[in-house]
């Protein structure tokens, strides 16, 4: 049965189902509801919660969690992720999985409480020190959102990664009727994890220490090896454009939602345009851009920001069209009138 939830609450509900049993966090909008929602459920389940003193405490509360096996989870803002990013690449470096929720304002420094996608390259880009990306989930429902939660908790078993989930502040706090996702049984095995004296079995070292340039190549080397099985296997995409469609337009989370629009205000109009909705920001679906459909002759990127996105978008059409950007940004939101009206101009 379905239930009306707010955007923040759903995250959670999705979270603990799957199987997350420590939460870290700290304060900050438009992401608040979620520690909130922790500290109140996480017990239920046999969890814990604690409110860090900083971003920085969080996320290096989040690799002793992880370092032990346990699923684990935390979540902020723009401001607040870009603090966790040095945890994030102790993390990575010790081939850590947990699952970090971004729910996107606008920026630079400290920005307003306004929804935004200026964050892409902070989370597409690894944001901390090092050779390492994470995968990168954008939703534009709240149920897609609770999926991609779930998934995000098997991708980061699976390959011993830290995973991102991005929203625009937006998507965090609307409210929708969805559902608890099916939860697969998991065969996670975690038997590399701290273990302490137990006599059990060997003891596990976790650390991303290794002084040595010859091994700490070999760990990059065999890292990047998973992350092109990552690129292999996780990528997804949401492609609508049609045989026919004149215009492609590019958008990722709440903005795909108006694009949607927009493209219908077009058909109107007599121009054919379709979507192609990015759900994976890493790994990127470049190979969406080089197979689309011959009738498209150009295409348009639509983010809130001052365009980040467009250059993977680039990157994957390899000059192969031209490509043109509307955006908004300083948490400005832009309407199907406007979006519809430039597509329009640049025929």
Same mark, same amino acid.
């Given at each position: 049965?379905?239930?009306?939830?707010?955007?923040?609450?759903? /995250?959670?509900?999705?979270?603990?189902?799957?199987? *997350?049993?420590?939460?870290? =966090?700290?304060?900050? @909008?438009?992401?608040?509801?979620?520690? !909130?929602?922790?500290?109140?459920?996480?017990?239920?389940?046999?969890?814990?919660?604690?409110?860090? !003193?900083?971003?920085?405490?969080?996320?290096?509360?989040?690799?002793?969690?992880?370092?032990?096996?346990?699923?684990?989870?935390?979540?902020?803002?723009?401001?607040?992720?870009?603090?966790?990013?040095?945890?994030?690449?102790?993390?990575?470096?010790?081939?850590?999985?947990?699952?970090?929720?971004?729910?996107?304002?606008?920026? +630079?420094?400290?920005?307003?409480?306004?929804?935004?996608?200026?964050?892409?390259?902070?989370?597409?880009?690894?944001?901390?020190?090092?050779?390492?990306?994470?995968?990168?989930?954008? +939703?534009?429902?709240?149920? &897609?959102?609770?999926?991609?939660?779930?998934?995000?908790?098997?991708?980061?078993?699976?390959?011993?990664?830290?995973?991102?989930?991005?929203?625009?502040?937006?998507?965090?706090?609307?409210? &929708?009727? *969805?559902?608890?996702?099916?939860?697969?049984?998991?065969?996670?095995?975690?038997?590399?994890?701290?273990?302490?004296?137990? =006599?059990?079995? +060997?003891?596990?070292?976790?650390?991303?220490?290794?002084?040595?340039?010859?091994?700490? !190549?070999?760990?990059?080397?065999?890292? $990047?090896?998973?992350?092109? @099985?990552?690129?292999?296997?996780?990528?997804?995409?949401?492609?609508?454009?049609?045989?026919?469609?004149? #215009?492609?337009?590019?958008?990722?989370?709440?903005?795909?939602?108006?694009?949607?629009?927009?493209?219908?205000?077009?058909? &109107?109009?007599?121009?054919?345009?379709?979507?192609?909705?990015?759900? @994976?920001?890493? +790994?990127?679906?470049?190979?969406? $851009?080089?197979?689309?459909?011959?009738?498209?002759?150009?295409?348009?990127?639509?983010?809130?920001?001052?365009?980040?996105?467009?250059?993977? #978008?680039? /990157?994957?059409?390899?000059?192969?069209?031209?490509?043109?950007?509307?955006?908004? @940004? =300083?948490?400005?939101?832009?309407?199907?009138? &406007?979006?519809?009206?430039?597509?329009?101009? *640049? /025929?």
């Amino acid at each position: 049965m379905k239930i009306l939830m707010k955007g923040n609450e759903a /995250i959670c509900d999705a979270a603990i189902k799957a199987g *997350c049993r420590a939460f870290f =966090g700290y304060p900050i @909008t438009p992401q608040n509801e979620i520690p !909130e929602y922790m500290a109140a459920k996480l017990a239920d389940s046999g969890g814990v919660f604690v409110q860090a !003193e900083s971003e920085v405490a969080a996320i290096n509360m989040v690799y002793g969690a992880a370092a032990a096996g346990v699923r684990v989870m935390t979540s902020s803002s723009s401001p607040g992720i870009a603090l966790k990013q040095e945890g994030v690449s102790y993390l990575v470096g010790a081939d850590l999985p947990c699952v970090i929720v971004s729910v996107s304002r606008s920026g +630079p420094g400290l920005g307003g409480i306004l929804p935004a996608q200026s964050d892409y390259f902070q989370a597409t880009r690894g944001g901390g020190n090092g050779d390492y990306y994470l995968p990168v989930y954008a +939703p534009f429902s709240i149920q &897609e959102a609770m999926n991609l939660v779930v998934k995000a908790f098997d991708v980061a078993d699976e390959y011993r990664t830290p995973v991102m989930v991005l929203l625009d502040g937006m998507l965090g706090q609307m409210m &929708e009727p *969805c559902m608890l996702p099916e939860i697969k049984a998991s065969n996670y095995d975690n038997s590399w994890a701290a273990n302490g004296n137990s =006599g059990k079995r +060997p003891r596990n070292t976790i650390t991303s220490l290794n002084l040595k340039g010859e091994g700490l !190549e070999a760990m990059n080397i065999r890292r $990047f090896k998973t992350y092109d @099985t990552i690129k292999e296997k996780e990528i997804m995409v949401d492609n609508r454009v049609q045989d026919g469609d004149e #215009v492609a337009i590019v958008a990722y989370g709440t903005p795909a939602r108006i694009a949607l629009n927009a493209i219908e205000m077009l058909k &109107e109009q007599g121009i054919k345009a379709g979507l192609v909705r990015p759900v @994976t920001l890493w +790994p990127f679906p470049y190979d969406t $851009f080089q197979n689309l459909t011959s009738s498209v002759k150009r295409v348009v990127v639509c983010e809130l920001s001052m365009g980040q996105m467009i250059d993977d #978008v680039k /990157i994957g059409l390899a000059g192969k069209l031209p490509v043109s950007f509307y955006g908004r @940004t =300083g948490g400005m939101i832009f309407e199907p009138e &406007e979006v519809a009206a430039y597509v329009k101009s *640049c /025929i």
